[in-house]
């Protein structure tokens, strides 16, 4: 059956970046383009295989995820009137790295695998340069009030902990003074730093006698120096840690309809890393207080009460 894809013409994009600014292309609320579309089947043809090389394309159905804050996310599917012949998916998440940290990027990649590996996550399907196939779990993300709630907060612990727990075959030693660092290193070599940012908060309610006017390289190296020194006199645990456990990167499983059968997963590994076992803690009790739904400049909404 002709399916309008060649096989010659589905290999990945020249580079990772081409497959990027391919897929960021993609709109919310408008038609995904053709040539998305005609990538995304290729992508599938290649790498998911059984039924997926033989579909035509209009038994085949893709829209954009929402949820996804540092990749494109998209669910790809066959219809339902199309026979599966082995142990192909129906559907699948195609998701298109947008990380520009290499090291990172391959750091999250081997964590991906060992944790679907071990069932704690959605199964690898596929791997190409600039993304991969995921496992589709038909859930959706805890919105921002969910995740303080007595329900979420009891069945969320478990899991972090679960995480804390892993012996992942990356190296021990937090990174995140030196992570620090290097960001106020490449501030250094714009011109912007020679000056410093005028601080301005619309949201956070802070006496202005509490913050600089102006954030310069001296405050943010001050601010460096004061963390270090202080991590050294807590001995915070050193744990695999997820690093960004916001109310986007956890899953409500569809069959979580009543209190006592609440399924979450947590995903998105980007950023994880071993580091003190305070930091996952104390930044999963700051996300309570911050809302990423807002369409509005700056994009996020801070609920005082929540901090």
Not at 219 to 235: C, D, G, K, S, Y
Not at 236 to 254: A, C, K, Q, R, Y
Not at 262 to 291: A, K, M, P, Q
Request: include cysteine; proline fraction near 6%; glycine fraction near 6%.
């Amino acid at each position: 059956m002709d399916n309008g894809v060649n096989e010659s013409s589905s290999s990945p994009a020249n580079g990772t970046g081409d497959l990027k600014a391919l897929f960021s292309s993609v709109r919310a609320g408008s038609p995904i383009p053709s040539e998305v579309v005609s990538k995304a089947q290729s992508l599938c043809f290649r790498y998911l295989s059984g039924s997926w090389k033989s579909t035509p394309a209009d038994r085949f159905s893709m829209r954009q995820l929402t949820g996804g804050m540092s990749n494109l996310l998209f669910l790809v599917e066959l219809c339902e009137s199309i026979q599966l012949k082995n142990s192909e998916p129906r559907r699948a998440v195609l998701r298109i790295h947008c990380q520009s940290d290499n090291e990172q990027l391959l750091t999250e990649s081997v964590v991906f695998s060992i944790l679907s590996e071990r069932k704690l996550g959605p199964r690898l399907l596929g791997v190409f340069p600039g993304g991969r196939f995921e496992e589709y779990l038909p859930s959706r993300p805890l919105q921002c009030q969910e995740i303080s709630q007595p329900r979420f907060i009891s069945k969320i612990a478990p899991k972090l902990a679960q995480v804390h727990s892993l012996d992942i075959p990356l190296r021990k030693h937090p990174r995140m003074i030196n992570r620090m660092r290097g960001w106020i290193e490449k501030w250094s070599s714009l011109e912007s730093s020679k000056h410093g940012i005028e601080m301005k908060l619309t949201l956070s309610k802070v006496d202005p006698s509490k913050y600089p006017s102006h954030l310069s390289l001296e405050n943010l190296n001050a601010e460096v120096a004061f963390v270090e020194r202080f991590l050294a006199t807590i001995h915070s645990p050193v744990v695999f840690s997820h690093n960004d456990l916001s109310e986007g990167n956890i899953l409500l499983m569809e069959k979580g309809d009543a209190d006592d059968t609440d399924e979450l997963v947590l995903i998105d590994f980007e950023y994880c890393d071993f580091n003190y076992r305070g930091f996952d803690l104390g930044n999963h009790l700051c996300e309570y207080g911050l809302d990423y739904e807002s369409n509005k400049h700056p994009y996020y909404l801070v609920h005082h009460d929540k901090l």
